[in-house]
């Protein structure tokens, strides 16, 4: 990827990286925050993040630790703190941008909504629609790493996280009664059947 992300003039004011005592400044800040993560998110086609706030898998093939960090700024020697960070995420969660991994592990970090999940499954079956694979049995693989020779694939699908693109098939399209999860005898899924 040749463009990076632009920060806005905000992430190089040292007071934004400290957790503000006035509510009203704090709800203000965390807005901001939040605004950032998802932006830069959706840049970087970001479906998750660690509780550190560290990117987890991007659907890109550029390397995560090419990235910057989203909650320092060097040029201004200003990082936010783990507590301020854990803060921030949990904004994201009530506001239903963000839901952890697993509510159980909540170590394992969050998935990142840029996107909600009804957004990305419609995403999902107008490429399956489009392509005319409607009923056919795809694998997951090849709905990550698709063929892409007719040039109908969104950009957003390529290399997707394969637990995040189970996580909208399972939670929007097989509720919506519009996809079968086929499993194997090893009880993994074998195949997607998108009707």
Avoid at 71 to 89: A, G
Avoid at 113 to 130: A, E, I, M, P
Avoid at 166 to 182: D, N
Wanted: charged share 25%.
């Amino acid at each position: 990827m040749s463009k990076s992300f632009e920060f806005p003039k905000i992430h190089s004011f040292p007071p934004f990286y400290t957790k503000q005592p006035n509510q009203t400044i704090l709800n203000q800040q965390l807005e901001s925050w939040m605004n950032i993560v998802l932006t830069y998110c959706e840049f970087y086609k970001i479906t998750s993040l660690s509780i550190d706030g560290i990117p987890k898998f991007k659907s890109t093939t550029e390397e995560n630790n090419a990235l910057p960090p989203i909650f320092s700024n060097d040029e201004i020697k200003r990082n936010c703190n783990s507590e301020f960070k854990h803060l921030i995420l949990q904004h994201l969660i009530h506001q239903h941008k963000a839901e952890f991994i697993n509510q159980k592990k909540p170590e394992l970090g969050i998935y990142i909504y840029w996107r909600s999940l009804v957004g990305w499954s419609d995403l999902l079956y107008q490429y399956v629609d489009k392509t005319g694979q409607r009923g056919a049995i795809l694998t997951i693989y090849e709905l990550t790493q698709p063929d892409d020779s007719e040039g109908y694939i969104p950009q957003e699908l390529k290399n997707l996280d394969t637990e995040f693109l189970i996580k909208i098939i399972k939670e929007v399209l097989v509720k919506q009664g519009k996809a079968q999860l086929l499993i194997n005898e090893d009880n993994e899924i074998g195949g997607v059947k998108i009707v």
